[in-house]
């Protein structure tokens, strides 16, 4: 569930097909005439190849012999890779997948707030407070609370020192940061302060119970927003 750490030529390359592919000129099933592409991005058989098998790690294509490259079904994409979900955010609003991933982290971020109250230790409580503290004073920059509401939640999956959540905080915190990218600009961002606040407070004082139902308390303030 990493996200892509690929940069320069290669990394373009990626970006641009994959950004094809969740615009939809490139729909299920469709082959790619992996020649035409080569020309039209204007890159090497090699960047293109090694791009298409980053795209193909994540489930979005298949090269076949005799058939072929061809974007593979909807049903076989890695929907919980990180940049499936930046990608997915980049190609504009969906409502239902926006619904997803909020029933994702309804069901996920309780639990591993709870799990931070009881598990945190001293250095890991100064850095949810200088999130939360960077997240107050970005009020009215979309992009900076955006950034800061990413770094507090994933100081809590850190927290909880369980290494299965930890991975998965690539996945959630790219849910985050795209519902964040579509409604920090309106809504403002300074309104979820509070709500972060309530979690840190339950999480330092090592109150799991209180932690899980300030954490609901705050997700669900966010689906309304």
């Known amino acids: 569930m990493a996200f892509y750490g690929g940069r320069g030529l290669h990394g373009q390359t990626v970006e641009a097909v994959a950004d094809m592919i969740f615009a939809g000129e490139f729909r ?29 790690a994540k489930g979005l294509i298949l090269a076949r012999p005799k058939r072929g490259t061809f974007v593979r079904p909807r049903s076989d994409w890695n929907l919980l890779d990180g940049d499936v979900i930046r ?14 991933l909020h029933e994702i982290r309804s069901i996920i971020e309780p639990s591993v ?14 850095t949810l407070e200088r999130a939360l ?30 290494e299965m959540l930890i991975r998965m905080d690539v996945m959630m915190n790219a849910g985050l940061a795209g519902r964040d990218a579509l409604t920090h600009g309106a ?39």
Not at 32 to 56: F, M, N
Not at 87 to 92: L, S, V
Not at 133 to 162: K, P, S, W, Y
């Open 28 to 56: 299920e099933g469709d082959g790619i005439d992996v020649a035409a592409l080569q020309e039209r991005l204007g890159v090497s058989s090699t960047a293109l190849r090694e791009a298409l098998k980053v795209l193909t």
């Open 187 to 225: 809504a403002g961002g300074a309104d979820t302060v509070p709500g972060h606040r309530a979690v840190l407070e339950a999480v330092r004082a090592g109150d799991g119970d209180a932690a899980e139902e300030a954490m609901r308390a705050l997700l669900l303030r966010r689906v309304r927003t």
């Open 133 to 162: 503290q960077r997240m107050e004073r970005a009020r009215g920059d979309a992009t900076e609370v955006t950034a800061a509401d990413v770094e507090f939640h994933r100081a809590l999956h850190l927290a909880t020192g369980n």
């Open 87 to 100: 990608w997915k955010f980049a190609a504009g609003p969906d409502d239902a997948f926006l619904r997803d």
């Open 113 to 126: 707030a709870g799990l931070a109250a009881s598990r945190r230790d001293a250095v890991q409580l100064i």
